[in-house]
C-alpha cells in the first residue's frame, strides 16, 4: 500500500526541508518523491500553479511550502497553545520568509552587474545582521526557541531553511547567533529527526 503522503521537489534541500523535517518528526509515512531538475518542464503542468513543493493527501495536491508546513505542525501538534501564540508563531515563520527572500535575491543576481556589488553590501553589513540579531534576541527570551519557550514549527522552518541560506550566501549565518544554535541543538535532538539527519544526503543543498 502506498504511504498516505507523496512530498514532490527537486533532489535538493530547498523549499521542502521543512516539509521533510516536519513528516520525519511526526513519524508521518510519506513518499519523498524527487523530481529530476531535466524532467520537471515536462511536469510542470501537473502541478497547482506550476511549481514545486507540493504535498499530495488522498488524490489532491496542495502547493505553498509555509501552506503545507503549516498544516503538518497541526497535524504533529506543533502549533501554539492559543490563538495568539498561533499568530506570534505565523510572524516569525515570515519573517524568515523575508529574511530567506532577501538572501535568495542577492544569491540569484547576475554576478556581472553593479547592482549586485551594491546589494551585497547592503546585504552583509546591515541585512544580515539586523535579522539575526532580531531572531537570535527572539530566541534568547524564549530559552533557545522561538515562540512560547517550546518546540514550535517556527523552530522547524528556520532549521529545515538555514543549509539553503547559508548555501546562497556563503557562509555560516549561525556562527554567531549563539541563541539560534541552540534552536538547532533542539531540533536535532528530536529522536526522529535526529534519525532523518544521519540518513539525509547533504550533498544536495542547493
Not at 6 to 14: A, E, N, V
Not at 99 to 127: C, M, P, Q, V, W
Request: glycine share 6%; hydrophobic share 35%.
Amino acid at each position: 500500500m502506498a504511504p498516505p503522503y507523496k512530498l514532490t521537489y527537486f533532489d535538493i534541500h530547498g523549499l521542502a526541508e521543512p516539509i521533510r523535517i516536519l513528516l520525519n518528526y511526526g513519524g508521518l509515512d510519506f513518499e519523498d518523491y524527487r523530481v529530476p531538475r531535466e524532467n520537471f518542464r515536462n511536469l510542470k503542468s501537473n502541478f497547482p500553479f506550476g511549481q514545486v513543493p507540493v504535498l499530495e493527501y488522498n488524490g489532491k495536491m496542495y502547493h505553498q511550502s509555509l501552506a503545507i508546513c503549516r498544516y503538518l505542525a497541526r497535524k504533529v501538534k506543533l502549533t501554539g497553545k492559543d490563538d495568539e501564540e498561533d499568530l506570534e508563531i505565523d510572524a516569525i515563520v515570515d519573517t524568515i520568509s523575508d529574511f530567506r527572500t532577501k538572501i535568495a535575491k542577492y544569491h540569484y543576481e547576475g554576478d556581472e552587474t553593479a547592482n549586485k556589488e551594491a546589494y551585497e553590501k547592503t546585504l552583509f553589513s546591515e541585512i544580515v545582521p539586523y535579522y539575526l540579531e532580531k531572531l537570535d534576541n527572539q530566541a534568547k527570551e524564549n530559552g533557545g526557541y522561538l515562540v512560547g519557550k517550546k518546540l514550535t514549527w517556527a523552530d522547524i522552518v528556520l532549521i529545515g531553511l538555514i543549509d539553503y541560506m547559508n548555501f546562497m550566501a556563503k557562509k555560516d549565518l549561525l556562527a554567531g547567533s549563539p541563541n539560534l544554535q541552540k534552536i538547532k541543538e533542539h531540533v536535532a535532538e528530536v529522536p526522529n529527526v535526529k534519525k532523518y539527519f544521519e540518513i539525509r544526503s547533504n550533498n544536495h543543498i542547493l
